[in-house]
T-cell receptor, first 112, second 112 residues
């Protein structure tokens, strides 16, 4: 299994509060991704990173920001959480741009 | 704009029979396709992939077929086993795009 962890695994927060999710890898892979999974929508890309300090938006990036200050960590921040951001969030890594991605165990976030 | 579509939300198959999961795409630039399997409370795991230069790729019980003219791919599982019960996602990528586009997923249930 790819060495990828996510923290926290579960979080309940209130509308309007900031939330940061962490993805940590031990594989030294260049590419890291944040997805959200919602019923009827599958996995949708939020943001991704192709190197330290190099990030780009995915298809559902509004309301989210990311940072990658070192190879092993990719942080996803909800500046002001909304109920529409209640979801399961997955981090993924891959060594090459084209190829299979390896996913973390997920973080279940509930915004009340 | 759903570029990758899995039109069957669920599929039920008897143990030992063939399971066929389908996926359609609209972007003719896609040239690499993957299938992922997801169990509850876990991250997706890579199953099998196919490049657009091929029309078939086989790995044990799993075979992926690609029909470029119809913009359609399918995953065949033979014989189906109870452990195959999971949600299956197809995904597509354009070389150099650094990211995958996922379908909505199909929940496969294998009945004893």
């Amino acid at each position: 299994d790819a060495g990828i962890t996510q923290s926290p695994r579960h979080k309940v927060t209130e509308t309007g509060t900031p939330v940061t999710l962490r993805c940590h890898q031990t594989e030294n892979h260049r590419y890291m991704y944040w997805y959200r999974q919602d019923p009827g929508h599958g996995l949708r890309l939020i943001h991704y990173s192709y190197g330290v300090k190099d990030t780009d938006k995915g298809e559902v990036s509004d309301g989210y920001s990311v940072s990658r200050s070192k190879t092993e960590d990719f942080l996803l921040t909800l500046e002001s959480a909304t109920s529409s951001q209640t979801s399961v969030y997955f981090c993924a890594i891959t060594p090459a741009a084209l190829g299979e991605q390896y996913f973390g165990p997920g973080t279940r976030l509930t915004v009340t | 704009d759903q570029q990758v579509k899995q039109n069957s939300p669920s599929l039920s198959v008897q143990e030992g029979r063939i399971s066929i999961l389908n996926c359609d795409y609209t972007n003719s630039m896609f040239d690499y396709f993957l299938w992922y399997k997801k169990y509850p409370a876990e991250g997706p795991t890579f199953l099998i992939s196919i490049s657009s230069i091929k029309d078939k790729n086989e790995d044990g019980r799993f075979t992926v077929f690609l029909n470029k003219s119809a913009k359609h791919l399918s995953l065949h599982i033979v014989p189906s086993q109870p452990g195959d019960s999971a949600v299956y996602f197809c995904a597509a990528s354009v070389e150099g795009a650094q990211k995958l586009v996922f379908g909505q997923g199909t929940r496969l249930t294998i009945n004893p």
